[in-house]
T-cell receptor, first 115, second 112 residues
């Protein structure tokens, strides 16, 4: 079956430009996470969407970062006025939002390079 | 607040030897515990999880993990390491309906 997809797979942008990253979760998955992974580093939590509840935005590093999700489908992560330190792989994951059935399925990521 | 600690940035083990990647956690209530693996230039994959029941959980690729409630640990183990096991391993925890929290990852290097 279809897994989590992300687009674009790679994005090169100039400092100061805005970028929009897209995540298509697995159908029926009510939970969706965004993470950032810098080169050789661990996962940095950004934002968590849980069904119709207000998203947990506690991981967003600055007000330049925002994310939206339409119902239980597509999510977009927007970075405004990009900086070089935003360069990283941005990972999206979705899961069924029941702890006993929890398994996160990760997308392949979007590799962002800010010049 | 829940948290996960992976105390080792890197673990080196000789091929054929047993391996252990350590993980400890802190959570309110009963924990749901997970291991994920990230092979070089590939996406993150689920490896195994503990929900309830037997403390020894078996997962993919011959890996297993032991839930120890008194020590709040969930160490990942394999009896005989393969070079192909070299990867970045992440431990994660979820307490009830809180969001999942990941550790910072441990790089496993299996030496031929």
């Amino acid at each position: 079956g279809a897994g989590v997809s992300q687009s674009p797979s790679n994005k090169v942008t100039e400092k100061g430009k805005d970028v929009e990253l897209r995540c298509d979760p697995i159908s029926g998955h009510t939970a969706l996470y965004w993470y950032r992974q810098r080169l050789g580093q661990g996962l940095e939590f950004l934002i968590y969407f849980q069904g119709n509840s207000a998203p947990d935005k506690s991981g967003l590093p600055s007000d330049r970062f925002s994310a939206e999700r339409t119902g239980e489908s597509v999510s977009t992560l927007t970075i405004q006025r990009t900086q070089q330190e935003d360069s990283a792989v941005y990972l999206c994951a979705s899961s069924l939002d029941r702890p006993e059935r929890e398994t996160q399925y990760f997308g392949p990521g979007t590799r962002l390079l800010v010049l | 607040a829940q948290s996960v600690a992976q105390p080792e940035d890197q673990v080196n083990v000789a091929e054929g030897n047993p391996l252990t990647v350590k993980c400890t956690y802190s959570v309110s209530g009963n924990p749901y515990l997970f291991w994920y693996v990230q092979y070089p230039n590939r996406g993150l994959q689920f490896l195994l999880k503990y929900i309830t029941g037997d403390n020894l959980v078996k997962g993919s690729y011959g890996f297993e993990a032991e839930f120890n409630k008194s020590q709040t640990s969930f160490h990942l183990k394999k009896p005989s390491a393969l070079v192909s096991d070299s990867a970045l391993y992440f431990c994660a925890v979820r307490g009830g309906y809180q969001k999942v929290t990941f550790g910072i990852g441990t790089k496993l290097q299996v030496i031929p």
